[in-house]
Nanobody, 121 residues
Framework: VQLQASGGGLVQAGGSLRLSCAAS??????MGWFRQAPGKEREFVAA????????YYTDSVKGRFHISRDNAKNTVYLEMNNLKPEDTAVYYC?????????????????WGQGTQVTVSS
């Protein structure tokens, strides 16, 4: 599985961005978004099951971020609203074999290259 993330950029606090992650292959995979700020470990942001029926979010993004997927296009999205400076990080999409939604880095076998999100105050 190869993943290609896109959509990052520079935005002012309160603004919005939409990240996309295109995946190769049609094997059922759960998908997730993680982020890593300088000097910090990669952390979970959001996850979605293969069917899209189950989603999880880390507490700090609940009500602001929305994860979705289009299996016909093999693409997962992360809509980010009301962005805050603390959301600044490199965002990575991951694919985990299975149909559930997963929240741990170790559960993901494949990773995209990352896309930078910078939120200015």
């Amino acid at each position: 599985v190869q993943l290609q993330a896109s959509g990052g950029g520079l935005v002012q606090a309160g603004g919005s961005l939409r990240l996309s992650c295109a995946a190769s292959g049609r094997t059922p995979y759960a998908m997730g978004w993680f982020r890593q700020a300088p000097g910090k470990e990669r952390e979970f942001v959001a996850a979605i099951s293969w069917s899209g029926g189950t989603t999880y979010y880390t507490d700090s993004v609940k009500g602001r971020f929305h994860i979705s997927r289009d299996n016909a296009k093999n693409t997962v999205y992360l809509e980010m609203n009301n962005l805050k400076p603390e959301d600044t990080a490199v965002y990575y999409c991951g694919a985990a074999p299975g149909i559930m939604a997963y929240t741990y880095v170790r559960q993901y076998d494949y990773w995209g290259q990352g896309t930078q999100v910078t939120v200015s105050s």
